[in-house]
Nanobody, 116 residues
Framework: QVQLVESGGGLVQPGGSLRLSCAAS????????MSWYRQAPGKERELVAH????????KYADSVKGRFTISRDNAKNQVYLQMNSLKPEDTAVYYC?????????WGQGTQVTVSS
């Protein structure tokens, strides 16, 4: 079955960095685009970043452009989100998603908290 397992979240001070990972299994990872979403308390889940199957095209929410970088390793079935210059407003649960497989599959999420 399809599984997405996020890791790498934690508590970081403003201005710090984190690298999230999402390990995928149960489907042919290399042919699917992947996305990172986040959901802050009391807010709707929002798209943060998206990467095509080959990694040739990436897209970002305006709020993270220039600070976050999405990448993938098709040999390892993993997608990553490098987050730099973190701000308190980046605090959220971060989810990876394979949006175009069936009705879409989500991971369980990893908490990122940016606070001094």
């Amino acid at each position: 079955q399809v599984q997405l397992v996020e890791s790498g979240g934690g508590l970081v001070q403003p201005g710090g960095s984190l690298r999230l990972s999402c390990a995928a299994s149960g489907f042919t990872f290399r042919i699917y685009s992947m996305s990172w979403y986040r959901q802050a308390p009391g807010k709707e889940r929002e798209l943060v970043a998206h990467i095509t199957s080959t990694g040739g095209t990436t897209k970002y929410a305006d709020s993270v452009k220039g600070r976050f970088t999405i990448s993938r390793d098709n040999a390892k079935n993993q997608v990553y989100l490098q987050m730099n210059s973190l701000k308190p407003e980046d605090t959220a649960v971060y989810y990876c998603k394979v949006p175009n497989l069936g009705s879409g599959y989500w991971g369980q999420g990893t908490q990122v908290t940016v606070s001094s």
